[in-house]
């Protein structure tokens, strides 16, 4: 089936607008994350958002990134802080408690751990 170039034309203004608002989103949450205030800033944020589920996964999946880099980068404290931060704001996420319990573990708390991995099967059963 052929699309005319102006149905083309218009889906990608849509395309370009709507990544520009998730890159926008993406560069605050980066810089949420380096203030000590990034619980408060995200949490407007995410409020800002709240009926948008692509920007909410795009947040979610943003801070976990983090954390992992910080894990990978031996920062292990705040990879913890980050994905600790994930859960209070995303508590709903199975994803993001797996991920917690992860890092925990892998920091020797096997007992907290297996507290978390429980919350993430807890979240989503499935």
Do not use: C
């Amino acid at each position: 089936m052929y699309t005319d170039k102006a149905a083309l034309d218009a889906h990608r203004a849509e395309l370009r607008a709507r990544y520009a608002i998730v890159h926008s989103v993406n560069a605050e949450v980066d810089a949420a994350l380096e203030t000590e205030e990034a619980d408060a800033l995200l949490q407007a944020l995410l409020q800002n958002y709240k009926q948008d589920a692509g920007i909410l996964r795009s947040v979610e999946s943003r801070i976990n990134a983090a954390g992992y880099a910080a894990a990978f980068a031996d920062e292990l404290d705040r990879a913890e802080a980050l994905l600790e931060l994930n859960t209070r704001l995303f508590p709903q996420s199975a994803n993001t408690w797996d991920s917690l319990a992860e890092i925990v573990e892998y920091r020797g708390d096997k007992d907290r751990a297996a507290e978390l991995y429980r919350k993430a099967r807890e979240v989503d059963p499935g």
